[in-house]
């Protein structure tokens, strides 16, 4: 158990580290934004880029590991769907922003530093495969069902949405950087000395970064009064999730497709036992729904301390 928490324990004091810098005002909740923007345009771009095109190709390439991360993950997706919409009778919108707290992993603020604790420096090319599947599949099919389902003037046809969707998705600095660190080690090029110093010093400064962003961006979120579904969301994505990708690395090697292994097994597995995206909340505002969202984020990466903990111990035993 004390290996569990060497792996656990640095990762939630980080977190930690950010919440009482902005509950003590060092930084403020702006702070904490632009220390954001600077992540997700710069450090975790760089981080992406340099793990992949400083590998050959052939170690790039795992289509198991694809497969059974997106198979469990666009399963579980279209069943949490459809249980909000059918059974619990909530609105298009509402439907796809408790979907995507079930099934969209922070792969990138908690994630990448969990899984490289736990598999080491093969975490990168777990993170690019992750993203991948969340911003080429899941989060454009959730925005674009809440675009289409939502009132008033934010209401969007499935054409006008589906190409608002798209349009991010290209703008994208860190699919752009996946794409670019893809191209290189296609090539087999390998990068001047003094550009891959320069990229993997800007890489090194997500993983406690981003972390520490996390926490600060806990401070003032509000859990009462929405407890039965904060409950529900949590659930599913802590346990849930997790669940549905085991079950698909376990069952697609019986259907005769390729079995996944070893480290990227432990990492698909972790990977949907995080937390729900950091800008979960930001991305619910846009249609109202900053509310549940926000209280989800907060009770989810809480308890996942103790999820994360627990599947870390099944996994490793």
Not at 28 to 50: E, K, N, Y
Not at 133 to 148: G, Q, R, S
Not at 296 to 310: E, Q, Y
Request: aromatic share 8%.
């Amino acid at each position: 158990m004390l290996d569990i928490l060497a792996i656990t324990g640095p990762i939630y004091l980080c977190i930690a580290l950010g919440f009482a810098a902005v509950r003590w005002r060092v930084f403020t909740p702006g702070d904490m934004r632009v220390l954001g923007r600077f992540v997700i345009q710069f450090a975790l771009p760089a981080l992406l880029f340099s793990a992949l095109a400083s590998r050959p190709i052939g170690d790039l390439l795992q289509p198991a590991y694809l497969l059974a991360f997106g198979v469990g993950s666009v399963m579980w997706l279209l069943i949490a769907l459809w249980s909000a919409r059918r059974l619990q009778r909530r609105g298009l919108s509402e439907s796809a922003y408790m979907a995507m707290g079930m099934t969209c992993s922070n792969s990138t603020y908690i994630g990448y530093p969990v899984v490289l604790l736990a598999i080491g420096p093969l975490a990168g090319v777990a993170l690019a495969m992750n993203l991948l599947v969340e911003n080429l599949l899941k989060l454009p099919l959730l925005m674009t069902l809440a675009d289409v389902g939502a009132s008033g003037a934010a209401r969007l046809s499935w054409k006008d949405a589906l190409r608002q969707t798209l349009g991010r998705l290209v703008r994208n600095p860190m699919i752009v950087a996946i794409v670019l660190g893809f191209g290189v080690a296609l090539a087999g090029w390998q990068l001047p000395a003094v550009l891959a110093r320069t990229v993997n010093l800007f890489g090194a400064a997500s993983g406690g970064l981003a972390l520490f962003i996390i926490g600060g961006t806990l401070v003032g979120l509000q859990v009462r009064g929405l407890r039965r579904q904060v409950a529900q969301v949590a659930a599913g994505k802590l346990l849930l999730h997790p669940a549905a990708v085991w079950v698909a690395v376990t069952l697609l090697p019986l259907l005769g497709l390729p079995a996944l292994d070893g480290e990227l097994r432990v990492a698909a597995v972790l990977s949907a036992a995080m937390p729900m995206l950091g800008i979960y909340p930001l991305l619910a505002q846009r249609h109202g729904f900053e509310g549940f969202t926000a209280a989800s984020l907060l009770a989810t990466t809480v308890a996942s301390f103790f999820t994360l903990s627990a599947i870390l111990w099944m996994l490793k035993g």
